[in-house]
């Protein structure tokens, strides 16, 4: 359990990691794109093409493991809270399961499309042609490792009667944990 903890938690730290790289290299292209614009009258060629494509997918599917890992996804528990502790693992659980069931269906379907769109080596137009293939597959490693740390959780619940969904309070303990 300890390398499987040890490598969800490296995975979806090297994700995280790998999205803002990306959201920090969208900031700069972008200042670069308004400066050239503003300057020099030349805007960058396919600026928005590369930043939907590549910057955007990245910044949005790669961090989903860490917002699971901090349990910072949105959650309607408001009747949940009203259970006994042990009712409310087992709906967790089944939440568990049923987020499993769905992440890993998209991270097969998207690694599908991901495979496909690399072997017609996909391409979008615009002002230039721009290669799409590669940013789809940050989708199934997104999805992929989500279903991982939901495993994760749902394991540790059922193992540990403590175990709680709830995200720290930042002002009462700092920073959740990476």
């Given amino acids: 359990m300890r390398a499987f903890e040890s490598f969800t938690r490296w995975l979806a730290n090297g994700l995280a990691l790998i999205a803002a790289a990306a959201l920090l290299l969208m900031m700069l292209q972008t200042a670069a ?3 050239m ?8 060629e396919g600026n928005l093409e590369i930043i939907s494509v590549y910057h955007m997918v990245l910044v949005v599917f790669l961090p989903l493991a860490m917002v699971e890992l901090r349990h910072e996804h949105i959650n309607a528990d408001l009747l949940v809270r009203t259970f006994a502790p042990a009712l409310q693992r087992a709906v967790y ?3 568990a399961l049923v987020s499993m069931a769905f992440f890993g269906a998209l991270a097969w379907q998207t690694w599908q499309d991901a495979v496909a769109a690399w072997r017609i080596d996909e391409v979008m137009m615009g002002s230039i042609y721009v290669p799409i ?3 789809k597959f ?3 490693l997104g999805f992929a490792a989500i279903t991982l740390a939901t495993l994760l959780h749902m394991l540790q619940a059922l193992r540990d ?3 709680s969904p709830t995200p720290a309070d930042p002002s009462i303990d700092g920073p959740p944990p990476a």
């Fill in 161 to 163: 009667p403590d175990f």
């Fill in 133 to 135: 293939w590669p940013a």
């Fill in 33 to 35: 794109d308004v400066f």
């Fill in 37 to 44: 614009n503003n300057a020099m009258g030349r805007p960058i």
């Fill in 138 to 140: 940050a989708l199934p």
């Fill in 93 to 95: 659980v089944f939440g």
